[in-house]
């Protein structure tokens, strides 16, 4: 079946800890993005990548870094530099990079800061 | 720029009674619409979308939603609600031709609870 896979599904950290966070999609996807939620916050995105080895930072990057070595994976890294790291993140992807086209989500990692 | 606001972050409904959850966005330029829901603990399934052709668009587990261009909304109903909608649905947008600069924008999320 094809889809996203995160792991882990739950995640504790000590402060000052870097911690990275894996999603894979089986989907032939060109487009991936990482999401954090927060309770009443909704969805914020993170980065997104559009093609391999390119990505631009969404509204909430400072604190978090991606690479994107190959079309299947989108690992986020949550840096110490990240002040309140405490939240659900959610990867997603889509077939390209156009408004139409749905975004698919993975069932998401819980990260804890201890 | 574009910004959806959810009204209510909390609705309750008897099982079999009408769904409405309400969305309305703003967005300089044509939008594209999308509800989805996410279930405790999961990630987010897509509802429904509207991409500019019926204003009506009818999705998954009997849900539709109305685009009202003057209203600047798109409320999500269902005639009869089931247990098994119980659940936080978030409504997006993004801008039409926005070619290249894809972002999806979420609204803050409403809970929907079921009463027996």
């Known amino acids: 079946d094809g889809g996203i896979t995160q792991s882990p599904k739950y995640l504790f950290r000590k402060e000052g800890q870097n911690v990275t966070l894996s999603c894979e999609q089986n989907?032939?996807?060109?487009?991936m993005y990482w999401y954090r939620q927060d309770p009443g916050q909704g969805l914020r995105l993170i980065y997104y990548?559009?093609?391999?080895?390119?990505?631009q930072k969404g509204d909430i990057a400072e604190g978090y870094s991606v690479s994107r070595e190959k079309k299947e994976s989108f690992p986020l890294t949550v840096t110490s530099a990240q002040k309140n790291p405490t939240a659900f993140y959610l990867c997603?992807?889509?077939?390209?990079?156009?408004?139409?086209?749905?975004?698919?989500f993975g069932p998401g990692t819980r990260l804890t800061v201890l | 720029a574009q910004s959806v606001t959810q009204l209510g972050s909390h609705v309750s409904v008897s099982e079999g009674a009408l769904v409405l959850l309400r969305c309305n966005y703003s967005?300089?330029?044509?939008?594209?619409l999308f509800w989805y829901v996410q279930y405790p603990n999961q990630g987010l399934q897509l509802l429904l979308k509207?991409?500019?052709?019926?204003?009506l668009v009818k999705g998954i587990n009997g849900f539709e939603a109305e685009f009202k261009k003057s209203e600047t909304s798109f409320h999500l109903t269902k005639p009869s609600a089931h247990m098994s909608d119980a659940a936080e649905y978030f409504c997006?947008?993004?801008?039409?031709?926005?070619?290249?600069?894809?972002?999806?924008?979420f609204g803050t999320g409403t809970r929907l609870t079921i009463i027996p």
């Open positions: 989907l032939n996807h060109d487009a």
């Open positions: 990548s559009q093609i391999v080895n390119d990505f």
């Open positions: 997006a947008v993004t801008g039409a031709f926005n070619f290249g600069n894809e972002k999806l924008t």
């Open positions: 509207y991409t500019s052709a019926a204003t």
């Open positions: 997603a992807s889509s077939m390209r990079q156009l408004s139409y086209n749905e975004q698919f």
């Open positions: 967005s300089s330029v044509p939008p594209y």
